[in-house]
């Protein structure tokens, strides 16, 4: 559990600063990422070959990826943070959180734009419903 509370404490800091300036710390999540590295070579986190931590790192190049097809649409940070995710928590876990992150977005996205409260072409920062993603897949 105290490994979700120190990956919690840098996504928070991420959050805020993007939810705040749309800039992501990448300080921070460099930080976070040595930080899980150490663990996992330290063996406190579980698995530690070199294909377990690929795998983990696959949500993370995905989003590179599609950052470079969208022409940053979708943001670089938002790639640096779900590698450091990835290595935290595994690709499992990345994976939901991602996809608790993406509905809630959504969600509100949709909220917003009915009650005309955002236009089409407006920018939501992302790592808050990731945050959020996060939040859920540890209460269950």
């Not at 404490?9 to 040595?34: E, H, I, Y």
């Not at 690929?54 to 190049?61: E, K, N, S, T, V």
């Not at 809630?104 to 089409?120: I, P």
């Amino acid at each position: 559990m105290w490994i979700e509370i120190v990956l919690f404490l840098f996504l928070a800091v991420c959050a805020v600063f993007d939810g705040c300036s749309r800039q992501v710390p990448l300080a921070v999540v460099w930080l976070g990422m040595l930080t899980a590295a150490g663990l996992r070579i330290g063996g406190m986190m579980g698995e530690t070959s070199l294909m377990a931590v690929l795998l983990c790192l696959i949500p993370g190049a995905g989003f590179f990826l599609l950052s470079f097809l969208t022409e940053e649409k979708v943001g670089y940070g938002d790639g640096w943070v779900l590698l450091m995710i990835g290595l935290f928590m595994g690709v499992y876990r990345c994976f939901l959180i991602l996809f608790f992150g993406l509905m809630a977005e959504s969600a509100a996205a949709v909220v917003l734009l009915a009650a005309g409260k955002v236009k089409r072409d407006r920018e939501i920062p992302f790592l808050p419903f990731l945050l959020l993603g996060m939040g859920v897949v540890v209460c269950f």
